[in-house]
C-alpha cells in the first residue's frame, strides 16, 4: 500500500468522529441523515465533493463515469493520462479513468461496444467496480450462501452473485435502507449510498491492512525468538559436546575458554626431571 493510501486511510479513520462533533456541511444532508456520517467522511478526505450551491444532493444517481473517478480518487490511483480510445462514446474528462479501467480489467463495456459512461450506474455494477478497484478477492455465491444474503431477489446464478456476497462478507454491506427483503440491483446508485459503500471499502481496508501489519509483526517476532531459541539449543549442544577434563603433563600450557557455569578439571602427573 502506498503511503499517500496510508495517509488517506488514516483520514478516513479519524473523520466520522469530527463530522459529527460539527454543524452538518450541507443543507440537505441535516444531523439525522442515515449517510450524513459517511458523506462528510469522504468529503473530509477530498475523495467527494459538493455542488457549486452548497448542497450535496444525496439522491441524486451516478453515472458509470463519475462513480470511476470516485473510486480511482478513494484509491489514491491516477489514470494514465494517455490512455484513450476504449470505446466510441467514451470522450472527455472522464476518458483516462475509463479507458485506465479497462486496461486493468476493472470494468468492461456492454456486448454493444459501449460503455454509456453517462447511464446511472446500478448498486450491482458499483459493487464491481468498488470490489475491482479495491483489489478485493470475490468469493463465490451459492445456495450454501443463502443464510447471508436473503434478498428474494438475488439468484444465485446471477453474475453479480460473487460481488454482492464478497460485499456482505467483507462490511461493504449492509448499508442502511439496503437492509429489507429485496435488494434492487439493478437500481441506480444514489450520491448518499455511493458515500456508505465507498466508506464501508475504505474502513475494511483501513482494517485488513491493520491485521496485516499485526500479523507481520507477530511473524517477525515469532521468527526472532524461533532463532534465539535455535542459537540457545547450539550453544546447548555445543556445551554438552565439549570435554569436561583432559589430561595434561605439569607444568602446562593449555588455554581455552569457560563455557558458562561448567566445570572442566586437568589431570596430571608431575615431571620430577622437569622440576
Avoid at 98 to 108: E, G, L, S, T
Avoid at 204 to 214: I, P, T
Wanted: with cysteine.
Amino acid at each position: 500500500m502506498s503511503k499517500a493510501f496510508s495517509t488517506l486511510l488514516a483520514v478516513v479513520a479519524a473523520a466520522p468522529v469530527l463530522a459529527l462533533a460539527s454543524t452538518p456541511l450541507f443543507p440537505d444532508v441535516p444531523a439525522d441523515h442515515m449517510y450524513r456520517a459517511e458523506i462528510e467522511e469522504l468529503v473530509s478526505a477530498q475523495i467527494i465533493k459538493g455542488n457549486d450551491d452548497g448542497t450535496f444532493a444525496p439522491g441524486r444517481a451516478l453515472n458509470r463515469a463519475e462513480m470511476l473517478a470516485l473510486l480511482y480518487r478513494a484509491t489514491g490511483r491516477t489514470p494514465d493520462p494517455t490512455a484513450s480510445g476504449c470505446f466510441p462514446d467514451v470522450q472527455g474528462w472522464f476518458e483516462p479513468f475509463v479507458c485506465d479501467a479497462v486496461a486493468n480489467k476493472f470494468v468492461q463495456g456492454y456486448p454493444d461496444g459501449k460503455f454509456k459512461p453517462g447511464a446511472s450506474v446500478t448498486r450491482v455494477e458499483a459493487l464491481k467496480m468498488i470490489i475491482n478497484l479495491f483489489g478485493i478477492t470475490t468469493q463465490a455465491y451459492g445456495v450454501e450462501q443463502r443464510d447471508i444474503i436473503k434478498f428474494v431477489d438475488v439468484s444465485t446464478s446471477a453474475w453479480y452473485s460473487g460481488y454482492l456476497n464478497t460485499s456482505f462478507k467483507t462490511g461493504i454491506l449492509p448499508i442502511a435502507g439496503q437492509d429489507g427483503a429485496r435488494f434492487y440491483p439493478d437500481w441506480p446508485l444514489l450520491r448518499g449510498e455511493a458515500a456508505a459503500y465507498i466508506s464501508n471499502a475504505l474502513h475494511v481496508e483501513f482494517k485488513q491492512d491493520r491485521q496485516a501489519s499485526s500479523a507481520a509483526s507477530e511473524s517477525s517476532v515469532a521468527s526472532e525468538a524461533a532463532a534465539t531459541s535455535q542459537d540457545s539449543s547450539a550453544a546447548s549442544a555445543a556445551s554438552s559436546e565439549r570435554p569436561t577434563s583432559q589430561s595434561v603433563l605439569f607444568p602446562f600450557t593449555t588455554s581455552g575458554k569457560f563455557v558458562a557455569k561448567t566445570s572442566y578439571s586437568y589431570t596430571f602427573t608431575v615431571d620430577t626431571d622437569a622440576v
